[in-house]
């Protein structure tokens, strides 16, 4: 490989592990913002609180299926 390309292909992987560090911090700040939402509600009990722990958990589950598709 050629010094041209050997300097193509470490840009393309410096440019793709900044993407993919840039999609994980969007993804935790997304999942982070849903958490924080349900610290500031006051639930009536534990019946409500575990609901809308499993809402934010079914979210994740629909995200996570939307991404296995092909």
Do not use: C, H
């Amino acid at each position: 490989m050629s010094n041209d390309q050997s300097a193509l292909v470490k840009e393309f992987q410096a440019q793709f592990a900044k993407k993919i560090k840039e999609n994980e911090k969007e993804t935790l700040e997304y999942w982070k913002e849903q958490l924080d939402k349900l610290l500031t509600l006051k639930p009536e009990g534990i019946a409500a609180l575990q609901q809308q722990i499993k809402r934010v958990s079914d979210m994740m589950a629909n995200r996570i299926n939307t991404l296995k598709k092909p």
